[in-house]
């Protein structure tokens, strides 16, 4: 009976995923296409094709991909096209939509992962022993680094970073080098400043969130029942205190990656010279290349749709008195 | 005599708030006996629970602090012992039931987990046995279908269920002494009687020393061998349950039997002691109850009565006897 509950809970949620991003992809369509310049122009660009007449090629181009249908019947064969797993032709790269992606999203991937495992964990365990230590001088050392972490914006302290670590220190190169292997230390070393830069608000936010919710638990009944029981510290707090302080947290970190996965890793990718998702999106909207922007908006609305349903899987396991029927 | 298995001397807990100092525990002295089940009886706020928690060092630090007094088990102090030593006694040698069961399991764990926890802790059992130990103690305090029940969780159990899971974690490693704070308060009428048999059987077969924790003198009747009557922090009376039932002498003590429902006596109406409980912060001059007693003299709000004998175990700390 449980399990159905949950089953049902699912199939639901992923019905209303369906719809939303839906919605996402309709939306963004007509915001691109409604703009002032067309793809051609911007391709035509790229072909430095000078000898013949602009207008002549632009037509020629628009004709060939649709472009001079009236923008419903485009939208209509866009989305046909994509529910057929056709992801669309990009114009400014002047390869296919899906090919592109497959290229560049480990980029992203990579950064987006190695930031969120960096924020959570430090952030987590920072957070739980300013609570544990409520009132000392490391608490109050871990406050205010907090408050500064949320405070910094992240394109501001990727170029501090990039300046101190990389042109006056000489530590790390100023720009990714994407021909390091992926699984290889210079790789991970390649990342660093971008993972601070990209995890260093999100974890003060987390530390933030640990403390509170640690020093709620740490109140309860149930702490002194452990204590009573002869356990030592660090069973209370790792497990009777943990297990129900990481509750709120989680939600916070699954809320995050929307904006990390929208904001946050664009504006790295963009300072640190990364080739992912958005890089090639922030390039794709300046190049009018609307398949490419859908595309890459449309994953990151899935990416947040899914995790939040993972989430709430993850919450049943987590707390046995949450459930979906 | 000299079966003491605890000693509370001069037990001193303070409270330090934002408003000042709150004596909680004042100098309190008694002694727990093999076997024995002690009452700690008195209002809310009298200190009865932080006497309690003080003994395992529980309390909450920051704002609680232990200011002075000896707990002695078998005459090792337990104020000064490591918190190692501290960890092999809790829930091992003296084990401890708390108020409100609905609060006091850890809500995302299952019952068996909990139950079995200081077993492995304590008597160093792999999962499986301590499991099975688990279910024996469970099916002894009363739960039906313990073997089913221990998947579950705090949230699925009723509250009567969830004291009698406490009490089984508590008696898991044989427990020397128990200390049950308010054990039956959070529960409705025939649960609480359920639970009071429980703990007249485990004193009966297992000779287990007991620190009972009540507000209620009702509760205490049917089990206490020897009552404390606690009030603002310090004993206002103590003696044997025959003592104090039948010759109460303290006018405090006097007050509470008034509260209580009386079919023999006759009484209709039942009188409450006037007043308010004193703050512990800025607490009266001399005897603490002197503002809400009816036998007020004019010493009684200069001097701290001193504890006088009257008989065997019975004495009381008021002027009215000196």
């Not at chain 1, 530390?207 to 029981?229: C, H, I, M, P, Q």
Request: with cysteine; charged share 20%.
């Amino acid at each position: 009976m449980k399990r159905g509950g949950l089953q049902g809970y699912i199939i639901k949620r992923l019905i209303y995923a369906a719809l939303i991003a839906f919605g996402v992809v309709t939306i963004t369509f007509f915001l691109l296409r409604l703009g002032p310049s067309s793809p051609a122009d911007k391709y035509l660009a790229n072909m430095s094709a000078r000898t013949q007449d602009p207008a002549q090629v632009v037509a020629a181009i628009e004709a060939r991909y649709g472009l001079d249908k009236p923008v419903y019947e485009q939208y209509i064969d866009y989305v046909v096209n994509l529910a057929r797993g056709d992801w669309g032709w990009s114009f400014s790269t002047s390869m296919p939509v899906m090919k592109l992606i497959q290229r560049h999203w480990v980029y992203s991937f990579q950064l987006i992962l190695l930031s969120m495992l960096f924020s959570a964990s430090l952030g987590i365990l920072i957070g739980i022993y300013s609570a544990v230590k409520q009132y000392t001088r490391t608490d109050y050392l871990a406050t205010l680094f907090s408050f500064i972490g949320i405070s910094i914006p992240n394109f501001w302290l990727g170029i501090m970073l990039i300046l101190v670590f990389s042109v006056q220190l000489g530590w790390f190169k100023t720009f990714y080098d994407t021909g390091l292997p992926m699984f290889s230390l210079a790789n991970l070393k390649a990342l660093i400043l971008p993972v601070i830069t990209l995890g260093t608000g999100m974890m003060a936010g987390y530390t933030r969130y640990a403390r509170s919710a640690t020093l709620d638990n740490l109140r309860k009944e149930f702490v002194k029942t452990a204590r009573a029981k002869g356990l030592p510290e660090r069973v209370v707090i790792g497990k009777h205190v943990f297990r129900n302080a990481i509750l709120p947290v989680i939600t916070i970190i699954m809320f995050d990656l929307s904006g990390v996965v929208f904001g946050g890793a664009y504006l790295t990718e963009i300072i640190f010279g990364i080739p992912g998702l958005g890089r090639i999106s922030f390039n794709a909207i300046f190049a009018g290349d609307y398949p490419v922007v859908v595309t890459i908006t449309l994953i990151g609305a899935l990416v947040v749709l899914l995790t939040n349903l993972a989430t709430d899987i993850v919450y049943t396991w987590l707390d046995p008195r949450i459930r979906y029927d | 005599m000299n079966n003491t298995v605890l000693e509370v001397k001069h037990l001193k807990t303070y409270f330090f708030t934002r408003s000042g100092v709150v004596k909680a525990v004042d100098g309190i002295s008694f002694g727990l006996r093999k076997g024995e089940s002690l009452c700690l009886v008195g209002e809310s706020g009298c200190g009865k629970t932080a006497t309690a928690l003080s003994i395992l060092r529980l309390i909450d630090s920051p704002p609680g602090r232990i200011i002075g007094g000896e707990i002695l088990y078998h005459g090792e102090d337990l104020l000064r012992c490591s918190s190692e030593r501290l960890r092999q006694i809790r829930g091992n040698r003296i084990a401890m039931i708390f108020q409100d069961p609905q609060t006091s399991l850890n809500p995302v764990f299952t019952i068996g987990d909990q139950v079995a926890e200081q077993i492995k802790l304590h008597l160093r059992l792999k999962h499986k046995p301590a499991m099975e130990r688990a279910l024996y103690l469970m099916e002894q305090v009363g739960i039906p279908q313990a073997r089913e029940r221990m998947k579950d969780y705090p949230h699925q159990f009723s509250g009567g269920m969830k004291q009698r899971v406490m009490i089984a974690a508590a008696l898991s490693c044989e427990p020397e002494i128990l200390i049950a704070d308010e054990p039956t308060t959070a529960l409705d009428t025939t649960i609480k009687a359920q639970i009071l048999d429980i703990f007249r059987d485990l004193k009966q077969e297992r000779n287990m020393s007991i620190l009972f924790i009540t507000h209620d003198l009702g509760t205490v009747a049917g089990i206490a061998d020897r009552i404390i009557v606690m009030y603002g922090g310090r004993v206002a009376e103590a003696g044997t349950a025959l003592d104090i039932f039948d010759q109460p002498k303290h006018p405090y003590t006097h007050g509470l039997f008034n509260c209580l429902p009386n079919i023999s006596a006759g009484r209709n109406r039942l009188t409450p002691i006037p007043g308010m409980i004193p703050s512990l912060i800025d607490p009266p001059e001399g005897c603490i109850f002197n503002p809400r007693c009816e036998h007020r003299m004019p010493i009684c709000s200069e001097e701290r009565p001193k504890e006088v004998v009257l008989s065997g175990e019975h004495f009381v700390a008021c002027h009215l006897y000196s």
